[in-house]
């Protein structure tokens, strides 16, 4: 449930759905009830629930932590009981449409099952899994190429919400709806393609008001500061990002908030406003030590903790003159950076090199930005990475010897300049 960011009431909700593929008929699975399952006093549900829930989260009822009947350990295995062999393919080919959690990334609408013609919680838990797999994939390799599978997702969710069952259910498909083109938008920010992102933000701003949804709109606002940043219009970036700051999520949460005031200071530092960059900063690293991590937290924000705001703080400390600074950010945001986010590793190792190079240190710079190309191996690299490291080609030009300067190009020129 933390996983699928699932309130009892959704579970119970995707259950009876489920259940309704089968039998025609929702069924009457109650908050009780799974408070009653997560407490462990009904340690194995009915079959029909057991069923239910596996189509649901895509593990079987033992690994979901259940107990068989007469079974004195987790780990034994399962003996079905008589029929229901032939009622789980019954069950799992009618509800697959709209309970599985993983779904295609190929856009081929011919591909999609039949949907029913009512729209519930499993079709919004369905397709929040897509877009928790797109972000993965943005994590590995970046968001470029992404765009199209995004803008499919973000059909989907809208030709759905009109045959809502709920006015809950609604507004959550137009809150995904809202995740999905803000997804596509950062595709093409991420590969440095920058026509076309204003309108799909607008769109994405529209979206999140439809789904009265303040986190989403503070998602398009940091999108729309990063983008104003990229064409160079900082003022426009800062407007976007304060934007941002006065949210109804970043006023009542600390991981929003310390976003929004890091987002803020990166705008204010490429703008030259130095002072303001650094206090924004400071409330950035205070929000931070307030928020509980261990919250579940929506897919778009899953990146950000002590490692993003160490990334950001290199950046700040950089642009405002302060390599010693961004050198040591960029250590310590490579040494809370997990394994998943190969991308930002690659993108906070270019950062460092041009840390080192602004010092005079231009050898360790050379060895550093080898990794970028190392840590990136058998991906293309993203375009606003390209960008960052033809920065990094251009002072390292300026400071270098040029035989070293010339060196670099030619060993890195495929990888660096490929498409």
Avoid at 9 to 28: K, S
Avoid at 134 to 149: I, K
Avoid at 275 to 286: G, I, K, Q, T, V
């Amino acid at each position: 449930m933390s996983e699928r960011g699932m309130s009892v009431r959704e579970l119970a909700d995707a259950v009876n759905d489920a259940i309704g593929q089968l039998t025609g008929r929702p069924g009457a699975t109650s908050e009780r009830t799974v408070y009653r399952w997560l407490s462990g006093q009904n340690r194995w549900p009915q079959a029909r629930q057991r069923l239910a829930l596996e189509a649901v989260t895509g593990l079987s009822a033992v690994r979901l932590g259940f107990v068989p009947r007469g079974k004195q350990h987790d780990h034994d295995p399962v003996r079905p009981e008589e029929g229901s062999d032939v009622e789980r393919r019954r069950f799992l080919g009618a509800a697959a449409s709209t309970a599985a959690v993983t779904i295609s990334l190929t856009p081929n609408a011919s591909a999609r099952p039949a949907r029913p013609s009512r729209v519930g919680t499993a079709d919004v838990v369905r397709l929040r899994a897509g877009i928790e797999r797109l972000v993965a994939l943005d994590d590995e390799r970046g968001g470029h190429g992404l765009e199209h599978v995004a803008l499919a997702g973000a059909a989907e969710a809208l030709g759905l919400q009109e045959r809502a069952a709920t006015q809950r259910v609604r507004q959550r498909l137009f809150a995904l709806a809202t995740d999905y083109t803000a997804q596509a938008a950062w595709s093409r920010i991420d590969a440095g393609q920058l026509d076309g992102v204003e309108a799909r933000l607008e769109r994405a701003l529209t979206l999140a008001g439809l789904a009265q949804d303040s986190e989403r709109s503070m998602q398009v606002w940091n999108l729309r500061a990063m983008l104003a940043r990229q064409r160079g219009a900082h003022h426009e970036a800062v407007a976007a990002a304060e934007a941002g700051l006065v949210t109804a999520v970043a006023r009542r949460s600390p991981v929003h908030a310390s976003l929004a005031h890091a987002r803020t200071a990166v705008c204010l530092a490429h703008s030259g406003q130095a002072r303001p960059a650094l206090r924004h900063l400071a409330r950035a690293e205070d929000k931070l030590t307030k928020a509980d991590l261990q919250q579940p937290r929506s897919s778009w924000l899953v990146f950000y903790g002590p490692a993003e705001l160490h990334s950001l703080t290199a950046i700040v400390h950089d642009v405002v003159g302060r390599p010693a600074e961004a050198e040591a950010a960029s250590h310590h945001a490579l040494a809370e950076l997990g394994p998943a986010y190969r991308r930002n590793r690659a993108h906070t190792l270019a950062r460092l090199a041009l840390a080192q190079l602004h010092q005079g240190d231009i050898e360790q710079a050379f060895a550093t930005s080898g990794a970028v190309f190392d840590v990136m191996a058998g991906t293309v690299l993203p375009g606003r990475l390209r960008l960052l490291l033809g920065d990094f080609q251009r002072d390292l030009l300026a400071r270098a010897p040029r035989p070293m300067a010339h060196e670099w190009t030619d060993r890195y020129r495929t990888q660096w300049s490929g498409s």
